[in-house]
């Protein structure tokens, strides 16, 4: 009976050794399931931006010079003060007295109306020029705008006639610009040229010149502050309009040649609720060096676009403030696309694991645009297509795999 008993016992430590092991081969052997993240090949837009930080600055500046030498009286004007052409006073200034002016000055202050006076001619006929393109510029627009609407002209070339009529509109107001100016130095260069001319004997009237503002606009800089004695030509004050704000993008220059004139553009935290919408008006064609944060040289080239939201959306924003742009490169409505994670390098083209009967299948695709986040894909999959994203050394072709929680 006792050598039944040991018996049992052996048999049964001998059973419980067998199972052990045989729940750690089935264990070893049993396929794995690897848990991986998966998103769905889908339908939907897909937009390509050049991100870079950009600044605004004043499309027409001027600065306000002093047109003769004499004494300037402080200027009590400030950066940010409001300024209306030809009534503003921007800085006086007192002369030295006539008598003492020698005959070179005169003449130099001749020579400066003449030349003044042949600006202002050049002016003229120059603003007739840009009033005319811009006449023109506008039609096309109209034109083109109806033409989109039966089918006649597609997107791309409407898109290109309104920015022609953007640049137009520029060269219009700086045209007009250019002739206040050039008549604001015809009256200053007259004004200077009186006063090296002795005051009749008897007369009351005061040899102080003031220097009234060219434009409206407001007081970017003043230049001289203090009272002092200055020399023709010396800047005093820099004025500019608000209203000419443009950005200003600098980017690498492998960006830049993939920026069209017309591209719309986003500008985001710029400080207000939403972003800004514009439009690249020119690529510049020249590039400059600069060196990154870390230390590499770069060949950056700027990219000049202006505002197309309405000014009272911007209004807050003055000259050299930052901005973050994106600028449109290629966009579409309607695109098979995928997260750009679930993309990798295989052989001479590209990849993706594809998810069937709990299994990564390693299929081939033909992919197309991306922005780091998506990517297109032309060809090798199906909407609907469920797709690892990230997958890691684990994953092979034919793996049992489950979507992570």
């Known amino acids: 009976m006792t050598h039944m008993v040991r018996l049992l016992k ?36 897909l937009r390509v931006t050049v991100d870079e930080d950009g600044k605004t600055r004043i499309h027409d500046r001027y600065v ?15 950066a940010g003060d409001e300024v209306r052409a030809g009534e503003t006073v921007l800085a006086t200034i007192e002369p030295k007295e006539p008598d003492l002016l020698d005959v070179s000055t005169r003449a130099m202050a001749q020579a400066r109306v003449k030349k003044a006076e042949e600006l202002k001619k050049q002016a ?7 009033e005319a393109t811009h006449a023109q510029a506008v039609r096309d627009v109209e034109r083109d705008r109806a033409g989109m609407q039966i089918g006649a002209v597609t997107e791309q070339q409407y ?40 005051l009749p004997s008897g007369t009351d009237e005061s040899w102080r010149l003031d220097i009234r503002a060219p434009i409206s606009g407001r007081v970017l800089r003043v230049l001289q502050e203090s009272a002092t004695v200055v020399n023709p030509g010396q800047p005093l004050v820099e004025l500019g309009d608000l209203a000419d704000l443009e950005v200003v993008i600098d980017v690498l220059s492998t960006d830049a040649v993939k920026i069209r004139p017309g591209a719309p553009m986003l500008l985001e935290h710029w400080g207000g609720a939403a972003p800004l919408r514009g439009r690249v008006r020119l690529v510049e064609p020249g590039a400059f060096t600069k060196i990154s944060a870390l230390g590499v040289e770069e060949q950056r080239v700027n990219v000049i676009a202006n505002f197309t939201d309405p000014p009272d959306q ?34 001479e083209g590209k990849a993706v694991f594809a998810v069937r009967d709990g299994k990564a299948a ?31 050394d684990k994953v092979r072709d034919g793996v049992r795999v489950a979507p992570r929680e």
């Open 64 to 78: 306000v010079s002093a047109p003769l030498s004499g004494r300037l009286i402080r200027i009590a004007h400030r």
């Open 10 to 45: 052996k048999w049964l430590w001998w059973l419980v050794g067998a199972a052990v092991v045989g729940l750690i081969a089935y264990a070893a052997l049993a396929p794995t399931v690897i848990p991986v993240e998966v998103a769905t090949a889908e339908r939907g837009p």
């Open 159 to 198: 898109d290109a006639t309104v920015t022609r009529e953007l640049s137009a509109r520029l060269d219009h107001r700086a045209a007009q610009i250019a002739v206040q100016i050039a008549a604001f130095e015809v009256e200053q260069a007259k004004a200077a040229l009186l006063r090296t001319v002795p």
């Open 314 to 347: 911007w209004g807050a924003l003055g000259d050299a403030y930052r901005v973050e742009a994106r600028i449109v490169v290629w966009e579409e409505a309607s695109v098979l696309k995928v997260p750009a994670g679930a993309v990798f390098p295989h052989k």
């Open 124 to 130: 003229d006929p120059n603003l007739k020029r840009a």
């Open 362 to 392: 390693l299929q081939e695709i033909q992919a197309g645009h991306t922005n780091g986040l998506e990517t297109e894909v032309l060809g090798g999959l199906d909407a609907g297509t469920p797709v690892i994203v990230y997958p890691g």
